[in-house]
Nanobody
Framework: HVQLVESGGGSVQAGGSLRLSCAAS????????MAWFRQAPGKEREGIAA???????AYADSVKGRFTISTDNAKSTLHLEMNSLKPDDTAMYYC????????????????????WGQGTQVTVS
């Protein structure tokens, strides 16, 4: 079955940077189309970045210009480069995947995704 394993979270001071990664495995036939979400305490899960096969990206307004989503050549590892971090960015960050033949759309709605990582905590003080 599909497994998503995130890494790279941690604590950082405001203005700092972190890089998250998410490795996907266990899929056959179809390929993962992936995105990043985050959830702060007491808030709903929020889609923040998505990428498609062509490299087109989509970002939530709250992170646009500060975060960059990317994948490796095999499209099996997802990254999120986070710069100019703010205390409001403090949350549990999750990668999510949906299995497709061609990853065309850059959805950021949680109900579009069927597979989720365990999450990695990002704390900005």
């Amino acid at each position: 079955h599909v497994q998503l394993v995130e890494s790279g979270g941690g604590s950082v001071q405001a203005g700092g940077s972190l890089r998250l990664s998410c490795a996907a495995s266990g899929y056959t036939g179809s390929r993962p189309c992936m995105a990043w979400f985050r959830q702060a305490p007491g808030k709903e899960r929020e889609g923040i970045a998505a990428v498609n096969d062509a490299g087109s990206t989509a970002y939530a307004d709250s992170v646009k210009g500060r975060f960059t989503i990317s994948t490796d050549n095999a499209k099996s590892t997802l990254h999120l480069e986070m710069n100019s971090l703010k205390p409001d960015d403090t949350a549990m960050y999750y990668c999510a995947a949906r299995l497709v033949r061609w990853c065309i759309a850059t959805h950021m709605e949680a109900d579009r995704y069927h597979y989720w990582g365990q999450g990695t905590q990002v704390t900005v003080s």
